[in-house]
Nanobody
Framework: QVQLVESGGGLVQAGGSLRLSCAGSGRTFSNVAMGWFRQAPGKEREIVAAIIWSGASTYYADSVKGRFTISRDNTKNTMWLQMNSLKPEDTAVYYC?????????????????WGQGTQVTVSS
């Protein structure tokens, strides 16, 4: 069974940090781009960050640029999202996803494996 499992969410005060992890199982994801998405209450899901299959190139949404860092270790089939200087507007359910292509893609429809999501709540 192919799975992506997120962990590391929680409640943090504004200005704090969290590190999300996404562990893959059932197949290797080392040859595809992966990404982090989030969905806040009443809003559509949006891409937060993406990383090419090798880890050599990344993409960040403007809203998180300079605060979040995406990384991956293909030997561990794992991806991370380091979130610093968190703001209340970062509150959302965060999802990791694996695409069906090797290069960075921001189109949600190209991501065909999804985790169950982890809640991140930032208090003011």
């Amino acid at each position: 069974q192919v799975q992506l499992v997120e962990s590391g969410g929680g409640l943090v005060q504004a200005g704090g940090s969290l590190r999300l992890s996404c562990a893959g199982s059932g197949r290797t994801f080392s040859n595809v781009a992966m990404g982090w998405f989030r969905q806040a209450p009443g809003k559509e899901r949006e891409i937060v960050a993406a990383i090419i299959w090798s880890g050599a190139s990344t993409y960040y949404a403007d809203s998180v640029k300079g605060r979040f860092t995406i990384s991956r270790d293909n030997t561990k089939n794992t991806m991370w999202l380091q979130m610093n200087s968190l703001k209340p507007e970062d509150t959302a359910v965060y999802y990791c996803a694996a695409s069906s292509v090797a290069y960075i893609i921001t189109t949600e429809a190209i991501y065909d494996h999804w985790g169950q999501g982890t809640q991140v709540t930032v208090s003011s």
